[in-house]
């Protein structure tokens, strides 16, 4: 069982800055990335970016150029950094991790990010 807890998130307006934070703990040595989904009412959970231990990083279009996911290489732990914050990206932002076989186990509680024009 991994287990992960995030912190950040919040409201912002439009072109304001975000970070957020999910630490990992348990079976991490089970996990090969980890990575950022978010939900909004009504509609799918969308993977917004992906960190993988071997150094790829994976951004869904929309985010390109604006978000950063790093990894802190001590510690299972990923930081989003999320600049110029457009409306549209206000959701539901839920932390999980990657095994090999990509599956995605384990998910944070999630934190609620909102972006006011």
């Known amino acids: 069982q991994v287990q992960l807890v995030e912190s950040g998130g919040g409201s912002v307006q439009t072109g304001g800055s975000l970070t957020l934070s999910c630490a990992a703990s348990?079976?991490?040595?089970?996990?090969?990335?980890m990575g950022w989904f978010r939900q909004v009412p009504g509609k799918e959970r969308e993977l917004v970016a992906r960190?993988?231990?071997?150094?790829?990083?994976y951004y869904t279009d929309s985010v390109k150029g604006r978000f950063t996911i790093s990894r802190d290489k001590v510690k299972a732990k990923v930081t989003l950094q999320m600049n110029n914050l457009k409306p549209e990206d206000t959701a539901v932002y839920y932390c999980?991790?990657?095994?090999?076989?990509?599956?995605?186990?384990?998910w944070g509680q999630g934190t609620q990010v909102t972006v006011s024009s």
């Open positions: 999980t991790g990657q095994d090999p076989a990509g599956l995605y186990v384990g």
């Open positions: 348990g079976r991490t040595a089970s996990i090969i990335a």
């Open positions: 960190k993988r231990w071997s150094g790829d990083a």
